[in-house]
């Protein structure tokens, strides 16, 4: 494992580069700090970056800021990026790092990912968070249902990145939003972006919309763990009506909206973001999420077990 600094790109204040051989891939990633691990998951056509204004808010953890297969300063390799190799693959670097009781944050696919890990190291994660996430309904974007056509993206490779991305982050209002769409384009144009990119869209999205939902596997988890949505009201990528759906789906889970957000709420409303996820860190005693469906089927048991029982005891009266 190394933790030299990558391609030139200077890491800022505070934080340090990593890289790990899996095999499979190189992946990338940026970390600060000491303490409880958290893991953070960009979206599509993203970046480690895209966390800079919300690590410095998570004090008295070790946030660690990973590049997705395909993405930022990570591996391109020649491979199928399914949304289950991308997560065997973060599963693996999670593994090799021995993290345990991780909190994940994973935005738009990143969050995809995030519900992905639970199939994959259930064990090793302590606390989800779902900023955005997609893989919890069927709308999204037009342009991506686009970038879904097979071999579009591949066909006229690396010239039709930089432009996904300038549309998908078109309402960022940051003002550092220009230099960081400059850094973005700098990781696009590495050869095998495309790839990565349309190998990843066609595996959750077709034309009707996303094919991955959260409920498909949901029933393969030994043990759901704590989880919590966090939606920018202001959405157009991914609807927020999503978020209201799987809370109304699942006992024991809360949908943290803002109001002034799109997308982007970590660029958008940072403090706001890292201050409902400190919360949800440092919450004690925070029930696990779980199906409403199975939570009634447990009340039916336990209510047969109780009538099981009182009837035992008159017999034995």
């Known amino acids: 494992m190394s933790r030299r600094p990558v391609s030139g790109l200077r890491p800022p204040v505070g934080t340090k580069h990593g890289e790990v051989d899996l095999g ?12 409880p691990p958290v893991l953070l998951l960009h979206g599509l056509n993203d970046s ?18 990973l590049d997705l297969p395909g993405h930022g300063l990570s591996g391109r390799p020649d491979a199928p990026y399914t949304l ?9 670097w999670i593994e090799r790092l021995d993290l345990r009781d991780l909190d994940v944050v994973g935005h738009s696919y990143g969050g ?3 519900q992905w890990l639970l199939l994959k190291c259930r064990p090793r994660i302590r606390r989800v968070a779902l900023l955005c996430s997609g893989g919890l309904g069927r709308e999204v974007y037009p342009w991506l249902r686009v970038a879904s056509v097979p071999f579009l993206v591949e066909g006229f490779g690396q010239r039709f990145m930089s ?3 300038r549309l998908a982050m078109a309402r960022a209002t940051t003002s550092d939003a220009r230099a960081e769409m400059r850094h973005l384009a700098s990781f696009l144009r590495a050869p095998g972006s495309a790839r990565a990119f349309s190998r990843t869209v066609r595996d959750v999205i077709r034309w009707r919309g996303q094919t991955r939902n959260l ?3 949901v029933a393969d988890i030994a043990g759901l763990p704590p989880l919590r ?8 990528i991914l609807p927020i009506s999503h978020g209201a759906g799987v809370a109304a789906l699942l006992g024991n889970c809360k949908l943290v909206r803002f109001g002034r957000s799109g997308h982007f709420v970590h660029w958008e409303q940072p403090e706001s973001l890292a201050y409902a996820l400190r919360a949800f860190f440092d919450e004690r005693n925070t029930p696990p999420v779980q199906l409403r469906t199975m939570r009634r089927t447990d009340e039916r048991r336990r209510t047969r077990r109780g009538a099981t029982r009182m009837a035992m005891d008159r017999r034995a009266a």
């Open 48 to 65: 480690h970056r895209t966390w800079r204004h919300i690590w410095r808010r998570l004090p008295g953890r070790r946030v660690l800021m």
């Open 112 to 114: 995809g990912v995030a």
């Open 215 to 217: 409920f498909d596997g």
């Open 84 to 92: 289950d190799w991308n997560a065997t693959q973060v599963a693996r």
């Open 163 to 165: 432009p996904v991305a």
């Open 24 to 35: 499979e891939v190189t992946l990338h990633w940026t970390e600060a700090g000491h303490g």
């Open 229 to 236: 949505l966090f939606w920018g009201a202001r959405d157009r």
